[in-house]
């Protein structure tokens, strides 16, 4: 057997005893350099007796930079292991209570009335998804609700107001249309001879006259608004009906410096459309115009374009009179409601009812000192299928 020489021998296990017995050629070393090179002995109990298995290990080897390496390991792992665990909780904090706070803000904007508000579900298939689509489901629903809860409360006090109107429609030009005759009869029986007198007579007559004919007139437009529509739908060219509505304030708007224009851009559709129902729209848009210039000049035009490629056709009624303060541009198509002293709040109803019985929409905007634009737009008419 060869001799072999080993580098310092130490116990892995414990150090014996000072007078342990160890087999010849090894002696212990009871301390060692970190890093250099070693031998470690494991004694093993046999039938034989004691055996030892030693281990020869290199500097880079030595049982100190081996547990270094391993706790260096395990700190890895470690650290690697609450890195992936940060990064998951930070996808879960970020991705479930994010969709929860857009919930949060939903239900306070229909709280307030905002039907239109719609939450994203950037095309998440979880349950977050689910319920973020059932929410804007719900929303929907709610808004067709509340349209269908608007139109059966409209209908059930144009009933009201129809069969009111009616009553006081009949109490009311019962004595007017008296009160009418009479003047006749006094103008062409009881005129004075002094032609002083007579002209004094002929002038009161005719203001009381044209005072009934005011009321009389307001009663009609009460009525129209109150009544449902009987439409009589036919093909209709927007631009001769708006040329036939202008041209009967002519006289008016020279007389009052107001310079009148009709504008088409490009060819406007025919709508399917009531002609007198129309036109008495434009005619009250074209009467707030004027007077909302006051006969201190200015203009007043009608342009008619179409949109949407054609399946609609776009009115559009401009003014540069006053304007209309922002806070009360919104309410303008409301009935009874005016900006005018001696208006009754009923010309822009009936125009808004009138775009309503024909499926269209009616908008506004206006600036005060510079004039206001009402917008109509109105379904095109069908083209006959081959």
Same mark, same amino acid.
Request: aromatic fraction near 6%.
């Given at each position: ?8 021998? &130490? ?18 070393? &009871? ?5 250099? #090179? ?11 007796? %004691? ?5 020869? +290990?290199?500097?880079?080897?030595? @049982?100190?930079? /081996? ?17 992936? !665990?940060? =990064?998951?909780?930070? /996808? ?38 689910? *319920?973020?689509? *059932? ?12 349209? +269908? ?81 009987? *439409?009589?739908?036919?093909? @209709?060219? *927007?631009?001769? !009906? ?13 007389? =009052?410096?107001?310079?009148? &224009? ?7 559709? %025919? ?15 074209? /009467? ?13 035009? /009608? ?7 054609? %399946? ?25 409601? #005016? ?48």
């Amino acid at each position: 057997m060869k001799d072999v020489t080993l580098p310092p021998l &130490r116990s892995a296990v414990e150090l014996p005893a000072e007078n342990t017995a160890l087999p010849e050629g090894m002696t212990i070393v &009871r301390q060692a350099t970190a890093g250099e #090179s070693g031998a470690f002995y494991f004694p093993v109990e046999t039938t034989k007796g %004691r055996q030892y298995v030693i281990v020869v +290990l290199g500097s880079d080897n030595s @049982l100190a930079t /081996i547990f270094r390496r391993q706790a260096r390991q395990s700190l890895l792992y470690t650290l690697a292991v609450l890195l992936v !665990t940060t =990064c998951l909780t930070a /996808i879960v904090v970020w991705r479930f209570p994010r969709p929860i706070k857009s919930l949060s803000i939903g239900a306070r904007r229909i709280a307030t009335g905002d039907f239109s508000f719609r939450v994203q579900t950037s095309g998440r298939r979880d349950e977050m998804g689910e *319920l973020t689509e *059932l929410f804007n489901d719900m929303i929907v629903k709610l808004d067709r609700t509340r349209e +269908l809860e608007t139109q059966l409360y409209n209908a059930e006090k144009a009933v009201v107001v129809s069969r009111l109107a009616s009553a006081i429609a009949h109490e009311i030009r019962n004595p007017l249309n008296y009160i009418n005759l009479t003047l006749d009869h006094l103008r062409a029986t009881f005129a004075p001879d002094d032609p002083r007198k007579q002209e004094k007579f002929n002038s009161l007559t005719t203001q009381l006259k044209s005072e009934v004919a005011r009321i009389n007139t307001r009663i009609t437009e009460f009525l129209n608004y109150s009544r449902p529509a009987a *439409l009589e739908p036919q093909s @209709l060219d *927007l631009v001769a !009906t708006a040329r036939d509505a202008m041209r009967i304030f002519d006289p008016q708007a020279s007389e =009052c410096n107001v310079k009148t &224009r009709i504008d088409e851009h490009g060819p406007v559709p %025919r709508v399917t459309a009531d002609a007198e129902s129309l036109r008495s729209a434009l005619t009250n848009l074209i /009467i707030n115009g004027l007077q909302a210039m006051d006969g201190n000049g200015g203009s007043l035009s /009608i342009v008619l374009a179409s949109e949407d490629e054609g %399946r609609r056709a776009r009115i559009e009624v401009t003014d540069t009179g006053r304007g209309i303060a922002p806070e009360d541009i919104s309410k303008v198509f409301e009935p009874y409601y #005016s900006t005018k002293e001696t208006g009754t709040g009923l010309g822009l109803a009936i125009v808004r009812k009138a775009v309503d019985d024909h499926h269209g929409s009616i908008s506004g905007k206006s600036k005060v000192g510079a004039g206001t634009t009402v917008t109509i737009i109105l379904p095109a008419e069908q083209s006959p299928r081959a």
